[in-house]
């Protein structure tokens, strides 16, 4: 930690709130311990409580992670674009204009009336398709992890740390509260 940092963090006491603040706007509360870069290619549904509850029942089931095999039972049962609020588009975390171009026109699937996005099916009926996924995602690049660990660790005094810790807490809620 800089020396002006350690400084700054000194003056943080128990019931100090301003000195807390002050120091959380000049330093921040948490610092990055670690971070993932790669490529994430994902796709977002919007269920209801309900549909989350019997789906998470489903899963809760499972005594390993899902795969193929219960892909297919799990997108007729509970994801499917007619079961669903909404059914999102597949994406790309990078960005990429040449790799979101392919996920929009490779990864759909046929239905009825029209074509609809859905990553997992659209690999498993086209195994083909994953090797140009992988392809297209070798050089591209973003963050898709990110670890945070709060910088209350460095306040050596238990008291103190908890009223840092309260005082963070409660500057957080009230922030979330306005934002909404």
């Known amino acids: 930690m800089k020396a002006e940092a350690g400084e700054s963090l000194r003056q943080v006491a128990s019931g100090n709130t301003e000195a807390v603040l002050d120091f959380v706007q000049r330093y921040g509360s948490h610092y990055i311990r670690d971070i993932t870069v790669g490529e994430a290619i994902y796709q977002a549904f919007a269920i209801s409580h309900d549909q989350f509850q019997n789906l998470q029942g489903f899963l809760g089931t499972k005594s390993s992670p899902i795969g193929l095999d219960d892909w297919k039972r799990v997108f007729e049962n509970y994801l499917a674009p007619w079961l669903v609020r909404e059914t999102g588009e597949v994406k790309a975390a990078s960005g990429d204009n040449q790799l979101q171009k392919f996920l929009d026109e490779e990864l759909r699937i046929q239905g009825q009336v029209d074509t609809y996005p859905n990553l997992v099916e659209s690999l498993a009926r086209k195994p083909s398709l994953a090797s140009k996924l ?33 005082t963070i807490n409660t500057h957080s809620s009230l922030f979330e509260v306005n934002v909404k």
């Open 134 to 166: 992988e392809s297209l995602t070798s050089s591209t690049m973003s963050v898709i992890g990110l670890n945070l660990a709060s910088l209350r660790t460095f306040v050596v005094d238990p008291q103190t740390r908890l009223f840092f810790d309260e």
